[in-house]
């Protein structure tokens, strides 16, 4: 496993903007897909975006398609979640998640390790 600290969640308008950041530690994290993940109060844990452990290849889910955009930098062991023209509905706390080494992670119960989560809240 790795330890991951989320950062960069906060309260923003509709419309506007937000990064997460997920700084891991060791030295696996390039032979990691990683994962964004988000949870209304209430309601499941549901992926926001995963990408490869090489970055060549991302995943978006629907509700966020167009909109927020998923990326890494293996040298500074970090994922990155670019959050663009957010609505209240973005609202939640989101996890940053890593997948085992060299496997291959499509859901939350396939990745091996979380972060905290960050606070995201969009005001209308």
């Known amino acids: 496993q790795v330890q991951l600290v989320e950062s960069g969640g906060g309260l923003v308008h509709t419309g506007g903007s937000l990064r997460l950041s997920c700084a891991a530690s060791?030295?696996?994290?390039?032979?990691?897909?990683m994962g964004w993940f988000r949870q209304a109060p209430g309601k499941e844990r549901d992926v926001v975006a995963t990408?490869?452990?090489?970055?060549?290849?991302?995943y978006i889910a629907d509700s966020v398609k167009g909109r927020f955009t998923i990326s890494r930098d293996n040298a500074k062991n970090t994922v990155y979640l670019q959050m663009n023209s957010l609505k209240p509905e973005d609202t939640a706390v989101y996890y940053c998640?890593?997948?085992?080494?060299?496997?291959?992670?499509?859901?939350?119960?396939?990745?091996?390790?979380w972060g905290q989560g960050t606070q995201v809240t969009v005001s209308s």
């Open positions: 998640a890593a997948c085992p080494p060299s496997s291959s992670c499509h859901k939350a119960a396939t990745f091996d390790s």
């Open positions: 060791g030295r696996t994290f390039s032979s990691r897909g």
């Open positions: 990408i490869s452990s090489s970055g060549i290849s991302a």
